[in-house]
């Protein structure tokens, strides 16, 4: 399976973006996604994730009540809706896949996009 991530760029402190990642070599509704991010110099870390049935989500207490993970299996997509973009949101941010249930450990992703980059000014 191949994923691939885009919808990032250069925004303004309190824009949005819309993140799509596509998947493509298998149909993805009976598996778990994520997005992590990567900001330069750090860790990969874990910002939300969604079972296969979109009905379960998660997120890291950085990003909650502004960030909005959501799927749509018939188009093998998964979305994040960035809102209230802050400086340190800036980061590499990557989809990944997983079987089961989602979590917010990176070692347990499967398969991983390329990364789409978000850039906030202040």
């Known amino acids: 399976v191949q994923l691939q991530a885009s919808g990032g760029g250069l925004v303004q402190a309190g824009d949005s973006l819309r993140l799509s990642c596509t998947a493509s070599?298998?149909?993805?509704?009976?598996?778990?996604l994520g997005w992590f991010r990567q900001a330069p110099g750090k860790e990969r870390n874990f910002v939300a994730g969604?079972?296969?049935?979109?009905?379960?989500?998660y997120y890291a207490d950085s990003v909650k009540g502004r960030f909005t993970i959501s799927r749509d299996n018939a188009k093998n997509t998964v979305y994040l809706q960035l809102n209230s973009l802050k400086p340190e949101d800036t980061a590499v941010y990557y989809c990944?896949?997983?079987?089961?249930?989602?979590?917010?450990?990176?070692?347990?992703?499967?398969?991983w996009g390329q990364g789409t980059l978000v850039t906030v000014s202040s």
């Open positions: 969604i079972n296969w049935s979109g009905y379960s989500t």
């Open positions: 070599g298998r149909t993805v509704s009976s598996y778990a």
């Open positions: 990944a896949l997983k079987i089961g249930r989602t979590n917010s450990d990176p070692q347990s992703y499967d398969h």
